[in-house]
């Protein structure tokens, strides 16, 4: 099946579902085999159809490949898990305000909030939206009920991954979203901060609405990292302070990322997705 169409411009450009589901067959991949590899092969094949599609045309595609074979990995450990939370994908900002998935009464409250904080000092609270958001499993089973694991990978199971969140908007409650996925198949240097910066924003957020609900003792909301590979000085500049946090003396500073997971391959998707789910 060809998975090479052409652009409005006249360009040959990789549909990326349906090249995701026809080299891999319709199955996932073994446990241990390494996503870049995966991933290399498959550049390959589709260069096959077509030569002129470029390194970065390909690296662009790589990032969706990667959240899909992560929000498979995510539905199937809760399916086979049955006190695991439920990790779904988001769409970017641009499509999605992440803030409309909790109930009204919380979502008008940052609305609230973005309206005050433009009227008195003009500026703008602009958040971006994290790849993955982590759903409390008790609300997770009102929605769902018994979850199956997915065996067969085909457009519509994609599709169905892709607006599985929908079902959740004005649904959660404050402590109904556990926490959030950022995800990268790569760390460049320059993309590092971007993921800390992201975690203070939705920790603040929270931090927000704790003081707004009078919650005195919560549980605290989670931001994770996923990379293909995670070194040293990825790990290093993870370790930012939340930095609404070093605002009071009343508790201790938090980082605005809790964990970090190097995942490059499905046998470390389960390993993550054991500390990150539970």
């Known amino acids: 099946m060809s998975f090479i169409k052409s652009s409005s411009s006249g360009k040959p450009q990789v549909q990326k579902n349906i090249a995701f589901c026809t080299l891999l067959g319709g199955l996932l991949p073994d446990d241990d085999i390494l996503i870049t590899d995966l991933f290399n092969h498959f550049d390959n094949k589709v260069r096959e159809q077509e030569k002129s599609i470029s390194r970065e045309a390909?690296?662009?595609?790589?990032?969706d490949w990667y959240e899909w074979l992560l929000a498979i990995a995510a539905w199937n450990y809760t399916a086979e898990n049955p006190n695991a939370n439920?990790?779904?994908l988001l769409p970017n900002v641009i499509q999605f305000d992440v803030s409309t998935l909790y109930v009204e009464r919380l979502n008008k409250l940052i609305d609230d909030l973005r309206n005050k904080v433009i009227t008195v000092s003009g500026v703008q609270l602009i958040t971006s939206n994290p790849d993955f958001v982590i759903v409390n499993r008790d609300l997770v089973n009102q929605y769902f009920g018994n979850i199956e694991p997915i065996t067969k990978i085909s457009t519509t199971s994609l599709s169905n991954l892709e607006t599985m969140y929908q079902r959740f908007i004005n649904k959660c409650d404050y402590e109904q979203i556990e926490g959030y996925i950022s995800v990268k198949t790569s760390l460049r240097p320059d993309?590092?901060?971007?993921?800390?910066?992201?975690?203070?924003?939705?920790?603040?957020?929270?931090?927000?609405?704790?003081?707004?609900?009078?919650?005195?003792?919560p549980k605290g909301l989670k931001y994770y990292a996923i990379a293909t590979r995670m070194t040293p000085p990825d790990r290093s500049a993870l370790k930012t302070v939340a930095?609404?946090?070093l605002t009071t003396v009343f508790s201790l500073p938090q980082a605005a990322v809790d964990n970090v997971f190097e995942v490059n391959s499905l046998k470390q998707a389960k390993q993550a997705f054991s500390s990150i789910l539970v």
């Open 58 to 63: 390909l690296s662009n595609v790589h990032g």
């Open 86 to 88: 439920l990790a779904l």
């Open 191 to 217: 993309r590092r901060l971007q993921i800390p910066h992201e975690g203070s924003l939705m920790k603040a957020l929270y931090a927000h609405l704790q003081t707004r609900e009078w919650i005195t003792n």
């Open 243 to 245: 930095t609404h946090s």
